[in-house]
């Protein structure tokens, strides 16, 4: 199976700050990559397909970049609502595999 | 509106048995690969189970082949999974999802499934 790896697993940040958090392939996917963002108590909304494929509704400051083994999500300007965990999703086979999570807290 | 609603949670003994339902409108069922992804507490995502559109394809975690098995009814609108000889390992909350080009556009509300005697 296809394993993710994110970077980092938690990451302070202010509001205004640019982030990026980085999700590695443990093989080539192409290009069969999608972000995830959960608050506490809610399920997951999807952000990016497609590894740069930004989801009607959201916000432009979020960008999604990478092919192959290595992808990024980058959020350009971080907004109080923007704090939350973040995960990264294969889908290169019919066996999904998701990343361990990336926490955003505030700085 | 797209709208999946989870149910069939509850408490129940490691070796027992449950069956997972989800219920979807807004969208024409038949036509989605549907999925479900669990949620253990305090802890990240982890997909257990696909099936495509037409059910001719579907597809487990190896941490539940064998035990669980995903199913549909398209005359019914309905997602199904049924869990057997479940662990404590199982405890989750467990998310009914749609899928579109195998990304999880919509998600139900989750519903959780505690293993425990």
């Known amino acids: 199976d296809i394993q993710m790896t994110q970077s980092p697993s938690t990451l302070s940040a202010s509001v205004g700050d640019r982030v990026t958090i980085t999700c590695r392939a443990s093989?080539?996917?192409?290009?069969?990559l999608a972000w995830y963002q959960q608050k506490p108590g809610k399920a997951p909304n999807l952000l990016i397909y497609g590894a740069s494929t930004l989801e009607s509704g959201v916000p432009s400051r979020f960008s999604g970049s990478g092919s192959g083994t290595e992808f990024t999500l980058t959020i350009s300007s971080l907004q109080p609502d923007d704090f939350a965990t973040y995960y990264c999703?294969?889908?290169?086979?019919?066996?999904?595999?998701f990343g361990q999570g990336t926490k955003v807290e505030i700085k | 509106e797209v709208q999946l609603v989870e149910s069939g949670g509850g408490l129940v003994q490691p070796g027992g048995s449950l069956r997972l339902s989800c219920a979807a409108s807004g969208f024409t069922f038949k036509n989605y690969d549907m999925s479900w992804v669990r949620q253990a507490p305090g802890k990240g995502l982890e997909w257990v189970s696909y099936i495509s559109r037409g059910a001719s394809i579907k597809y487990h975690a190896d941490s539940v082949k064998g035990r669980f098995t995903i199913y549909r009814d398209d005359a019914k609108n309905s997602l199904y999974l049924q869990m057997n000889s479940l662990r404590a390992e199982d405890t989750a909350i467990y998310y009914c999802?749609?899928?579109?080009?195998?990304?999880?556009?919509?998600w139900g509300q989750g519903t959780l499934v505690t293993v425990s005697s």
């Open positions: 093989q080539s996917i192409s290009r069969w």
């Open positions: 999703q294969q889908y290169n086979s019919y066996s999904r595999t």
């Open positions: 999802v749609r899928e579109r080009e195998a990304t999880a556009d919509y």
